[in-house]
């Protein structure tokens, strides 16, 4: 029998986290997000794992980072304020390289903004909203199934790259309730970090390997080493020297860019032959899937390109699309943050449209749709 259940987004996401082998969750209760906390307090004890609630927002970062690099699999679950206030210990994780989950469930801002309303303006923060350029991966699903999909996925790619992993998904999706078949919920977890298995008198944590991810020491297993947010050499001790941070800083962006059509993912709904071309995440590609395929019905060829791994941007796939379309839309709840990419990998011959909110309230089918009329004409 194939049993089905209901399941909030937010709650999905904790049961991802779980799914996926997370023992560790450290946060700070705040709106809309805190339903991940509530729910990892509750299963957390079931298996055997650990919910701690923070003081604040830094501090629950810090403790994620300190229980990843004693080998649990660990996450935290935040919004907007809360998100500004982690941006430092998410570039010490990405530079010492220690994986970890981040969910950031957005809500209008800025500053303290509106708790209840939702809004996609946090697109650009969470790849670079800390210093130094470093990379990063971001996933942005759009229903309760994939909230659950991507969080299991964020633990893989976290994990298998030594890397931050952020789940960014909106108010909507985080309090919307959809149904789910059982089945998603026993799914394995995923797979275990790569372990230094090398003599410990050898032992370099951070050289350079075929893939670029370097095996990690596994607590009492006898490595001594050195981890620091400073740029460090192959040893883990701090280095100014130009060629060996060169070297270094090289091999943190290759382990993504060498590793790319495993991280990269994306949706892509009557493309091939699209004259107009909508690009956009979260619950604006809800709406925009609704649009597309009533203006198909109506004689217009749309399409929808949806970036399901936001950061590192699939690009190639992207302008594949775009360089057959006319124009390009993309809706989004912001001022203009995915159309700094959409100008950027277009030709000047594309032309492009955008469609904001900033006001709390969603993009709806008939606003994408009544746009779609126009461009058509």
């Not at 900033?358 to 749709?369: H, K, V």
């Amino acid at each position: 029998m194939n049993l089905h259940y209901n399941l909030q987004g937010n709650h999905a996401c904790a049961m991802g986290a779980i799914a996926a082998g997370c023992r560790f969750f450290a946060g700070y209760p705040i709106t809309p997000s805190s339903e991940i906390a509530e729910r990892m307090s509750l299963e957390l004890p079931k298996h055997e794992g650990v919910f701690i609630q923070m003081e604040d927002e830094i501090a629950s970062m810090g403790a994620v980072i300190g229980a990843s690099m004693g080998g649990v699999k660990s996450m935290t679950a935040t919004s907007g304020p809360g998100f500004s206030l982690k941006q430092e210990n998410i570039g010490y994780a990405t530079g010492a390289e220690i994986p970890c989950v981040i969910a950031n469930v957005m809500r209008g801002g800025p500053s303290t903004g509106m708790p209840t309303r939702p809004a996609q303006s946090d697109l650009m923060q969470a790849r670079w909203g800390s210093h130094g350029g470093h990379p990063l991966i971001v996933l942005t699903p759009e229903s309760v199934k994939e909230i659950f999909d991507e969080t299991v996925r964020a633990f893989h790619l976290s994990e298998k790259f030594r890397t931050p992993v952020i789940v960014l998904y909106d108010e909507v999706l985080g309090h919307l309730v959809e149904t789910l078949p059982s089945a998603d919920a026993d799914k394995n977890e995923t797979p275990a970090r790569k372990w230094a298995k090398e003599s410990t008198e050898t032992f370099l944590p951070y050289a350079a390997t075929e893939d670029f991810v370097p095996p990690m020491p596994r607590p009492g297993d006898g490595y001594r080493t050195h981890t620091t947010g400073l740029t460090h050499a192959e040893d883990g001790f701090p280095t100014q020297d130009p060629e060996t941070v060169e070297k270094a800083m090289d091999r943190l962006l290759k382990k993504f860019e060498y590793n790319q059509s495993e991280i990269e993912s994306y949706e892509t709904l009557h493309c091939d032959d699209a004259e107009i071309l909508v690009m956009t995440v979260g619950i604006s590609a809800r709406a925009a899937k609704h649009a597309v395929k009533t203006a198909r019905q109506q004689g217009i060829k749309a399409g929808l390109f949806r970036p399901i791994t936001l950061w590192p941007f699939p690009e190639k796939a992207f302008q594949k699309y775009a360089a057959k379309a006319k124009t390009v839309v993309v809706p989004e709840m912001n001022t203009g943050q995915l159309r700094l990419e959409v100008e950027r990998l277009c030709t000047k011959k594309t032309t492009i449209k955008s469609i904001n909110r900033i006001d709390g309230e969603a993009i709806t089918p008939e606003e994408i749709l009544k746009l779609l009329h126009v461009v058509n004409k």
